[in-house]
């Protein structure tokens, strides 16, 4: 059959972030208050400059997505340094006098449309032991945070209440936690106690008394980042604060995607009989909670510890995927208390040689997962050549397409994930130079072939799977639709087959 080709725009017409319009250019230095940061509206550009910054900052102003309210350093290989020393927050100046005032150097309430970058947190204690860098609730939503750093406040970053929504990246937390506060109500390196949670890119390493992250999202994303050293266990997912009140009817259910990431456990972890827990510890009724753990290598270092614990002694319902993941140094992938009301399937994880598998189908276990150099002087996580793992993984799985760069020195960054063969949170031949807080996505090519039958397949890599392809008839001007085709991803790319007797047309990528 004669090969019908179709015009392709080969280039994508590509925006991250709409441009807004400036309404304003706000400077602030280490003289300034809190006064100028809390008047941007939207629109709004602050920019800080470098200096020691020791004042409360509350914001409540409310942008549209397409004009955010900008907050950034003025350079951010300087960052200007929010560090109240030994002073508690309680004592610090800033005009929000209630009394939760204290509870983080920067609050959100009710805010929208901020986007903070290039911004240190430092030293934020307060008399109640559960001070935060950044605090956000009542429902505060596009929250967009990017390129800070936390480091030994009670808690790196805490909130989130009804529908609130936050995203964070390339920022990193470091020894965030307070043995002060009682075992009962510990701090964290993050403690997110509902609404909505996407984290991809961070380094949180050595909590110093619970967990590297405590969630308690009702939908939360956490990809492609590092954990290390938490002092309790890792991290878990937990019933929402806000289920139960009049806010919320039931049924409720919470999940939580964990995809791509790198846990390198304590040495000494304060809870070594498991790594990631569900636990509705409020004990809410009526409540599932669902955990999905995809392409992520474990490395632990006690031996037994449950990779994820499904704590559900009470009854709740609660499930847990666990797929195409390398769990090293334990031989327990996964514990569930009450079986009849808890269930974990999956399949392609690595374990190791002895462990028992239980209802994880296709398992590889061998001695040694094969990793490059898994010292702790060089973390090399990365597979050697001859790996077990090598073109194991089952891609059916979906959703991986980006990769953590490139470990604890190299650190805040990812590479297009070219393929997902491979088990674990790397794959074997991905190349190509690391995307930075400051760099652009790179933009995805749009491929045609021709396939059998005449049809013709357009494509884009894996990691533009939250990109869109539209189509226009006519090219000036463009009238740009979503494609109808069916969109399918494989273990190389993302694509769409359009058959040979399709209209004639033009497309594009969006994001």
């Known amino acids: 059959m004669k090969m019908r080709w179709f015009p392709i725009l080969l280039r994508l017409a590509l925006v991250l972030w709409p441009l807004p319009s400036r309404a304003a250019v706000i400077n602030v230095g280490p003289s300034d208050n809190y006064s100028k940061i809390e008047g941007a509206k939207a629109g709004d550009e602050v920019i800080i400059a470098p200096g020691q910054y020791a004042f ?295 374990l190791p040689a002895g462990a028992n598998p239980g209802s994880l189908q296709l398992s590889l276990q061998s001695a040694s997962p094969g990793f490059v150099d898994p010292r702790p002087s060089v973390e090399d996580y990365h597979l050697a050549p001859g790996s077990v793992c090598l073109g194991h993984a089952d891609w059916v799985v979906g959703g991986v397409g980006r990769e953590y760069y490139y470990n604890e020195l190299t650190n805040r960054l990812w590479r297009p994930r070219f393929s997902s063969y491979d088990i674990g949170a790397f794959e074997s031949t991905s190349t190509g130079a690391p995307v930075g807080p400051y760099d652009p996505t790179p933009p995805p090519p749009l491929k045609i072939a021709s396939v059998q039958g005449g049809h013709c397949a357009i494509s884009w890599p894996l990691y533009a799977q939250d990109f869109q392809l539209e189509q226009s008839s006519a090219i000036a001007p463009p009238t740009w639709t979503p494609t109808t085709a069916v969109v399918v991803t494989n273990p190389n790319n993302v694509g769409v087959v359009l058959p040979a007797s399709a209209t004639v047309g033009f497309f594009r990528l969006t994001q």
């Open 56 to 350: 409360r900052v509350y914001l409540t102003h409310q942008a549209p997505p397409g004009n955010p309210i900008s907050i950034h350093a003025q350079d951010p290989a300087n960052p200007p340094v929010w560090d109240f020393g030994t002073n508690l927050v309680d004592n610090a100046p800033g005009d929000y006098t209630a009394g939760d005032k204290a509870r983080g150097a920067w609050q959100f309430s009710g805010a929208q449309g901020y986007n903070i970058s290039g911004i240190v947190f430092r030293h934020c204690r307060n008399k109640a032991v559960d001070c935060s860098g950044i605090r956000y609730y009542e429902t505060t939503t596009n929250l967009y945070i990017k390129n800070c750093l936390f480091e030994s406040n009670d808690v790196g970053i805490t909130g989130g209440t009804q529908d609130s929504q936050a995203v964070i990246e390339f920022c990193e937390f470091n020894a965030n936690g307070n043995t002060k506060a009682p075992s009962s109500a510990p701090t964290h390196n993050i403690y997110i106690y509902g609404g909505y949670l996407a984290m991809r890119y961070c380094y949180l390493h050595d909590s110093v008394q619970g967990q590297n992250f405590h969630i308690r999202c009702r939908q939360s994303t956490l990809e492609y980042n590092w954990f290390a050293r938490a002092a309790n266990y890792e991290g878990d997912l937990m019933s929402d604060d806000d289920f139960g009140n009049a806010y919320d009817t039931p049924p409720y259910s919470q999940t939580m995607i964990f995809r791509g990431n790198v846990i390198v456990q304590n040495n000494n972890p304060g809870n070594h009989s498991q790594v990631i827990a569900l636990y509705n510890d409020e004990e809410i009724s009526n409540l599932t909670m669902t955990l999905n753990a995809t392409y992520n290598s474990f490395v632990g270092t006690y031996g037994t510890s449950q990779f994820v614990h499904v704590s559900n002694a009470d009854g709740t319902s609660m499930s847990a995927t666990l797929s195409d993941n390398i769990l090293s140094g334990t031989t327990v992938p996964y514990y569930i208390e009450d079986t009849t009301n808890g269930a974990v399937v999956g399949n392609n994880n690595w």
